[in-house]
């Protein structure tokens, strides 16, 4: 069996006893393995209940489960997903959670609990599942210490605060060496555990690529959102200062470019360009006008072709016959034209010069007329008539392109009366290659001609999109069914200060959670049960009590079962002694950077020498290759020592 349980490296197969296995494709759908009908705390409870304990990992307060997954059977594929329960607590490194901070949730209190969902890699299971009796735990308790979270490789790792708020950190499908899963079927086995298990928002940051192409920037101009939009996965926060107005502005620049003046800029110096425009036209059956309409046409292909297979489509490479004109006269006035570009090497013509070159040759103009207006973007023998509209003169221009390099195995595609039609062949191999070679040469070109006409919004544009990694998709909270004698709320808190309640602390400060209770549930057990359960999930509030509930009049005797609706919001006020515990309090210090950033954005940072005010590297002109210097003044200080050094006497 072709299984992560193997364990590679010449160890024996892994005995896990009567393991229940799951399916990969439904695993974390409603009822498999549980039903989720409570908060993100209670599903992830409940889940871990069907995980096997794995006593050798377990160490220093950390719990781990696993469940055996089947991908398929026929070859039978297995894979392991490792669920680490990682406690915070007031000595750990990593106390403040960094991804919160870079994703705008800095001032989200700190969890008492992560939740790590892992899918390794065959060598990670191996390292953790060593089958040789002397490198058990109990013989050999140092082999136990192995942190399976900080390891590098996994296939999968996302890990959840224990309020729901997660992170996806990494996928790495086949294009990063996983011969298991894609790329795809590992988000999609991801958003349906949020989904199962109720949690609130998840994060990302998107470095995703494929063949060198960054796939935020490829997607962004053909759809109108990254890849992982596919899952609803939206704008989340920009680095150096972008915002979504900003980041939706340069998705329309570029989209919006007409292939017809960028085969004008690009095709002085590139006539590669021009022919991969008209071969994806020739393919389409509606027009292609804009550099968004090309990719997001390119990239529906490459999702419907076949791995080996091919698609064709009819060439546009003859012109109307149906005429008063005879084929064989088409024919002539065609090879004409040709000619006559021909002796032009190459260069954009206008109408009415090709028209007075072949007139040398034709005398019947309304002929001539015909064929000009036939010929454009066709095919004729190894060369592609290309017409264009010059958009600073307004003048109709035409150019000849030899393609024989391009369709080596094409007929001589002249005008004749045969119904059949020549049929280009494009396989998927020619399709990457063709896509890649647009990325390069007008998305990821920074050559000086970028800088002028209509391309020279097309660097800055990228480079906007490119500055936008932090991707967000909030999982709505439903509504939660009554099931028996159990009746639900949804609570938060708040805190009283020193004097009293003032007006901006009855706004809730934390998300709500669902507490459960019966028909006889007093006030003082739902308490309680508040109290309980927001101990339970934040570090700060260890020592919370509640005190009072907001907006009701109730004693504690009341029961809570006609005094509000199921289903009911409510806050309650209370007090906590531990005033530590939001994850901002251990960040960077004040950010004010030239780009306009006022908070960590995962970038790199640099801090003046006097002012100690954060700004990035990138914006102060040190490139990311050069090391950060010993001593830095921003440009405010520095000006000032200059003001106070010439002002001296």
């Known amino acids: 069996m072709s299984s992560y349980l193997d364990g590679g490296g010449g160890c024996r197969k892994r005995r896990r006893g009567g393991e229940r296995i799951f399916k990969f494709k439904s695993f974390g759908e409603n009822g498999c393995p549980v039903e989720f009908d409570g908060s993100f705390r209670n599903n992830v409870k409940a889940l ?14 950390v719990l781990c489960w696993t469940f055996q997954l089947e991908v398929h059977r026929h070859p039978p594929l297995n894979v392991l997903l490792f669920v680490v329960e990682e406690p915070v607590r007031a000595s750990s490194i990593n106390l403040h959670c960094k991804h919160c901070r870079y994703v705008g949730w800095g001032n989200h209190m700190i969890c008492n609990k992560k939740y790590h969902f892992l899918l390794p890699s065959k060598d990670t299971v191996a390292s953790c599942f060593n089958c040789d009796e002397t490198n058990s735990y109990e013989s050999n308790p140092e082999k136990g210490k192995l942190n399976l979270v900080e390891l590098k490789g996994h296939i999968m790792h996302g890990v959840f605060h224990s309020n729901g708020f997660g992170h996806l950190l990494c996928v790495n499908g086949m294009e990063m060496g996983s011969d298991q899963l894609a790329g795809y079927q590992i988000t999609e086995f991801w958003d349906r555990l949020c989904t199962g298990l109720q949690a609130r928002k998840v994060s990302l940051c998107d470095t995703s690529r494929k063949r060198g192409m960054e796939l935020r920037l490829l997607y962004g101009v053909a759809y109108g959102h990254p890849w992982f939009g596919r899952w609803g996965y939206k704008f989340g926060r920009g680095c150096y200062g972008v915002n979504k107005p900003i980041y939706q502005k340069a998705i ?77 006269r088409v024919e002539a006035a065609t090879r004409v034209i040709v000619e006559a570009l021909k002796n032009r090497e190459f260069r954009w013509v206008s109408r009415q010069e090709v028209r007075d070159a072949a007139r040398a040759y034709i005398g019947d103009t309304g002929l001539l007329d015909f064929v000009l207006k036939s010929l454009g973007n066709h095919i004729v023998g190894n060369y ?82 490119l500055d936008t990694k932090f991707l967000l998709k909030e999982y709505t909270e439903e509504q939660l069914p009554i099931r028996g004698n159990s009746f639900k709320l949804f609570c938060t808190v708040t805190l009283r200060n020193n004097e009293g309640i003032d007006e901006g602390s009855k706004k809730p400060m934390l998300p709500y959670e669902c507490v459960s209770f019966n028909e006889n549930t007093t006030f003082d057990e739902l308490r309680q049960e508040v109290e309980k359960c927001f101990r339970e999930v934040y570090w700060r ?24 609706e199921m289903g009911q919001k409510l806050v309650f006020i209370g007090s906590n002694d531990d005033q530590i515990g939001s994850e901002d309090s251990s960040g960077t210090g004040i950010v004010d950077c030239l780009c306009g950033a006022k908070e960590d954005d995962g970038e790199r940072l640099i801090s003046c020498d006097i002012c100690e005010v954060w700004q990035h590297t990138r914006c102060v002109r040190i490139p990311n290759n050069e090391e950060i210097p010993h001593v830095f003044l921003c440009k405010q200080c520095e000006e000032k020592i200059v003001f106070l050094s010439s002002s001296l006497p």
Request: positive net charge.
């Open 48 to 61: 871990v209940e069907y995980g096997n304990l794995e006593m050798n990992l377990c160490n220093d307060g």
């Open 252 to 328: 329309e620049a570029i989209q919006g470019i007409p292939l017809c003046l960028l085969n004008h800029h690009l095709s002085i110096s590139n006539n590669e360009v021009s022919v991969i425009f008209s071969r994806y036209q020739a393919l389409s059956d509606h027009s292609i006008v804009t550099l968004g309409d090309l990719l997001h046409f390119m990239l529906k292909l490459r999702s419907r072709l076949p791995e080996e297979n091919i698609t064709s489509s009819c060439n546009p490479t003859t012109v109307e016959t149906n005429c008063r004109w005879s084929p064989k």
């Open 384 to 465: 592609l008539v290309r017409r264009c509209l010059n958009p600073v003169t307004k003048v109709l221009e035409y150019c000849l392109e030899d393609i024989s390099t391009v369709f080596p195995n094409s007929e001589a595609l002249i005008m004749n009366n045969s119904k059949a039609k020549p049929r280009n062949k494009i396989t998927k191999v020619q399709l990457m290659k063709d896509i890649g070679y647009l990325y390069k040469h007008i998305l990821n070109d920074q050559k000086p001609t970028m800088s002028t006409g209509v391309l020279s919004a097309i660097p800055m544009a990228t480079r906007i999109i």
């Open 541 to 564: 509030l260890r020592s919370f009590v509640v005190e009072a509930v907001a907006n009701m009049s109730v004693k504690g005797s009341d029961l809570v079962v006609g005094s509000v």
